[in-house]
């Protein structure tokens, strides 16, 4: 596929756009100059015009950001470093637009040295933040069933949600907070939160846990690892932190998803209920990237497999997913005996806030 100039324009300033709602006026500012120097006959722009799939589908400006954020981790000493708290800078709502523009401008003209061999993978990331919702969603399962269960996680990407009780986390509202997990890990959640706080004392308990990702990522893999870095916006670091300290601590562990697609893995991993134990199916933003087929077959396996429940060996469906790619994901929770589907929460993209409803009594 070919895109024009204009076209390649277009979907920097939409991404600008929304990177400036997502909190990320660094990604918002680099994007709009991009967009401006996306002229016919840049040179610049031979590199994105043939990246596969659409203009957003493929995501070109993911792609890009990550190849200026990666150039930065690795020059800290360049003049666009000094916009990017990743490498100690600061990118202030008065800045100077004329010296931003010209460090992008700079970086820019070496584009050779480092765009091409960034952007020909297509973007992957995995957000430690979604534990957070994991986690709370995984405590009203642990209510509702009072005893341990598998955890069976799709698309889970570098295996980072697997490590979930590895990390600490901090409810918290003006009028409550709790705390659940492991409180000295170097990694903490405290996504900003409404509404409920989870009933931290319920008994989350996982006898077993297992995750598949039909592109798995192998943290384990210093290049992996820092290509995970590059994608986390420059302007974000504590998001950049908890992923250093996740990525740290899931590779000496076995988090390694396996390299499966989700429909077949789930064939083989959902067992026939009457010998199963209790078990929770859970995901994070990977629904929209399966194909129609490949959803349907798996809400049919799921279902399929909770009518055959009993109340010794109940199963819930945990998702954090959009309804649609433009809204906000929700959290819902599904349980059976019974199928009852209930939304528990709403969730930031990245998992840095959350509005929970809960279950409920
Ligand atoms: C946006 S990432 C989300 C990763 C992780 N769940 C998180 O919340 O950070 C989507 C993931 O879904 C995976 N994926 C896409 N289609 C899949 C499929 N058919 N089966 C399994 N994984 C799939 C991708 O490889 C990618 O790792």
């Keep these: 596929m070919s895109f024009s100039a204009s076209e390649i324009a277009d979907a920097l300033r939409q991404q600008a756009a929304y990177c400036k709602g997502l909190g990320s006026p660094l990604n918002a500012g680099l994007l709009e100059v991009l967009a401006e120097e996306a002229v016919p006959g840049a040179e610049w722009l031979h590199d994105l015009e043939t990246i596969e799939g659409g203009l957003m ?111 600490g986390y901090r409810f918290e509202t003006p009028s409550r907070a709790a ?99 209790p078990c929770v199916v859970f995901h994070s933003i990977m629904w929209q990237y399966m194909s129609a087929n490949d959803q349907a077959e798996i809400a049919r396996m799921i279902e399929s497999a909770g009518r055959k429940t009993q109340t010794g060996n109940p199963l819930a469906w945990l998702r954090i997913e959009p309804p649609s790619p433009v809204e906000l994901p929700e959290v819902r929770l599904r349980i059976w005996p019974g199928g009852e589907e209930r939304l528990v929460g709403h969730a930031h993209p990245h998992g840095l806030s959350y509005r929970w409803q809960g279950w409920g009594g």
């Design 57 to 167: 589908e493929g995501a070109i400006s993911i792609r890009v950001m990550g190849a200026f954020h990666r150039r930065v981790l690795d020059f800290p000493e360049i003049p666009l470093a000094g916009y990017y708290a990743s490498v100690g800078g600061r990118f202030e709502s008065d800045y100077d637009a004329a010296r931003f523009e010209e460090s992008v401008r700079s970086l820019l003209s070496e584009h050779a040295a480092f765009l091409p061999q960034f952007i020909r993978h297509p973007p992957q990331t995995n957000e430690v933040a979604r534990a957070a919702g994991l986690v709370a969603g995984l405590l009203e399962v642990a209510r509702l069933f009072g005893r341990p269960f598998r955890l069976l996680e799709i698309g889970a990407s570098g295996g980072l949600n697997q490590a979930f009780d590895q990390y």
């Design 179 to 277: 705390t659940w997990g492991s409180l000295e890990s170097s990694v903490q959640l405290a996504p900003g939160w409404q509404g409920g706080t989870p009933v931290v004392s319920a008994p989350l308990e996982v006898s077993e846990r297992g995750a598949c990702d039909i592109a798995p990522l192998d943290i384990r893999d210093e290049a992996v690892r820092r290509r995970l870095e590059a994608y986390i916006w420059g302007d974000q670091l504590e998001r950049l932190n908890r992923l250093r300290g996740a990525m740290e601590i899931g590779r000496h562990l076995d988090v390694l998803p396996d390299s499966a697609g989700a429909a077949e893995w789930l064939a083989e991993k959902l067992p026939a209920r009457s010998e199963a134990e």
